[in-house]
């Protein structure tokens, strides 16, 4: 395969990825409320922990992730804290008030950083499609791991980057009462992959 058609392949598959709904989209249209470049700075916590996922995978460490017992700590850990954030974020729809306090670059950061690395769906695309794509990439050179990267972050980057930037532009057009309801439907949907992760973790016990 030459280099041009994998790229076009790892924009397809990244695309169609990142498309999928999930906590990351509920949390980047939530922050998307307070700033309409909270998607950029989501995807750069959601980065910090591809892209090393990355160079574990090409060093041969992908096994890892496709543990039986790590996909059940992981799908744990990760269903209590969406829990805890969806019902930190009814919390703040309670004091939710058009005097809010100046958007922190830091707190998306996080949120991306630790929705992506508690998400145990998000660890077994690396371990089985990532894996894949990673194996064609090493396979093509180093050039191609450096553009598989880029690509992909840039397909979640861009596609995050829209979510926060919609629902921010919403929020202009939307009474106090319209953007409570927008934050609720996000929070519930954080606590419902919350369960989702946890249920099915149980399950596989």
Avoid at 44 to 61: C, D, K, N, Y
Avoid at 64 to 92: P, T
Avoid at 122 to 138: H, I, P, Q, R, Y
């Amino acid at each position: 395969m030459s280099l041009f058609l994998f790229l076009i392949q790892v924009f397809v598959i990244s695309l169609s990825g990142v498309l999928a709904p999930g906590p990351v989209m509920a949390a980047t249209i939530a922050a998307g409320t307070k700033s309409k470049h909270a998607g950029i700075f989501i995807s750069l916590g959601h980065s910090s922990i591809e892209l090393p996922l990355l160079a574990a995978i090409i060093f041969g460490l992908g096994f890892v992730f496709e543990h039986h017992i790590a996909k059940i700590v992981i799908g744990l850990v990760g269903g209590a804290y969406l829990l805890w954030m969806g019902f930190e974020m009814f919390k703040e729809i309670k004091n939710y008030h058009e005097s809010r306090p100046p958007f922190n670059s830091k707190g998306p950061i996080m949120t991306g950083l630790i929705l992506s690395a508690s998400n145990p769906y998000f660890l077994l695309w690396w371990a089985t499609v990532g894996l894949n794509l990673a194996k064609d990439a090493a396979g093509l050179g180093y050039i191609a791991i450096i553009l598989f990267a880029m690509v992909h972050s840039l397909c979640d980057m861009g596609w995050l980057e829209i979510l926060s930037f919609t629902s921010y532009k919403g929020t202009k057009f939307l009474n106090e009462k319209s953007q409570r309801i927008v934050l609720g439907v996000c929070a519930a949907a954080i606590i419902f992959f919350g369960i989702y992760f946890i249920l099915k973790s149980l399950l596989s016990l």
